[in-house]
T-cell receptor, first 115, second 115 residues
Framework: KQEVTQIPAALSVPEGENLVLNCSFTDSAIYNLQWFRQDPGKGLTSLLLIQSSQREQTSGRLNASLDKSSGRSTLYIAASQPGDSATYLCAVRQTGGTSYGKLTFGQGTILTVHP | SQTIHQWPATLVQPVGSPLSLECTVEGTSNPNLYWYRQAAGRGLQLLFYSVGIGQISSEVPQNLSASRPQDRQFILSSKKLLLSDSGFYLC??????????????FGNGTRLTVT
């Protein structure tokens, strides 16, 4: 059974700091890994999708890496801003079992960026 | 561009009353559609998914049901709500030519409180 763990559970940093969020998964048989952002009381916003054959993806100040063999992904946020404050979730889409590729989510990292 | 709509945003219902939550997707055809529930401290749980009109698969046996009467419409229902049905319900879509390699996109969610 796939298990996804995100560390740390919560993180508080001053504005301008570079930071790294971690995601680990137990079963490396995946199609891809997706990072999401969730603001309080809102739905999930897709940030980055990394296919299993890729090593990293970048979007603006965000960079996500994937090491499938070790079951790890990191989300790097450069020059953090208060508007980055949110819960960040990672999810892996695993192979086998279903035709749609089941997503397994981590519990999330609550990020607070203070001015 | 594709958009996903969910309504209502919030709902307070008494125990034993019926439920109907609706989700529609615009700007794409034949999407895979999903209903998730997010409960405090329990992460995201997949409830139902659908790969086409009238095709519904349930991930977790429960007091809820889902229907897909049209290609881009997904409905979550219950005949009699239980207190344990309270939570944040999220609709999502994914798909395109390669659904297993495409990102998942979420709606803004419905906060359901059963009293």
């Amino acid at each position: 059974k796939q298990e996804v763990t995100q560390i740390p559970a919560a993180l508080s940093v001053p504005e301008g700091e570079n930071l790294v969020l971690n995601c680990s998964f137990t079963d490396s048989a995946i199609y891809n890994l997706q990072w999401f952002r969730q603001d309080p009381g809102k739905g999930l916003t897709s940030l980055l999708l990394i296919q299993s054959s890729q090593r990293e993806q970048t979007s603006g100040r965000l960079n996500a890496s994937l090491d499938k063999s070790s079951g790890r992904s990191t989300l790097y946020i450069a020059a953090s801003q208060p508007g980055d404050s949110a819960t960040y979730l990672c999810a892996v889409r695993q192979t086998g079992g279903t035709s749609y590729g089941k997503l397994t989510f981590g519990q999330g990292t609550i990020l607070t960026v203070h001015p | 561009s594709q958009t996903i709509h969910q309504w209502p945003a919030t709902l307070v219902q008494p125990v034993g009353s019926p439920l109907s939550l609706e989700c529609t997707v615009e700007g794409t055809s034949n999407p895979n559609l999903y209903w998730y529930r997010q409960a405090a401290g329990r992460g995201l749980q997949l409830l139902f998914y659908s790969v086409g009109i009238g095709q519904i698969s349930s991930e977790v046996p429960q007091n809820l049901s889902a229907s897909r009467p049209q290609d881009r419409q997904f409905i979550l229902s219950s005949k009699k709500l239980l207190l344990s049905d309270s939570g944040f319900y999220l609709c999502a879509w994914g798909g395109g030519a390669t659904p297993l390699y495409s990102p998942l996109h979420f709606g803004n969610g419905t906060r359901l409180t059963v009293t």
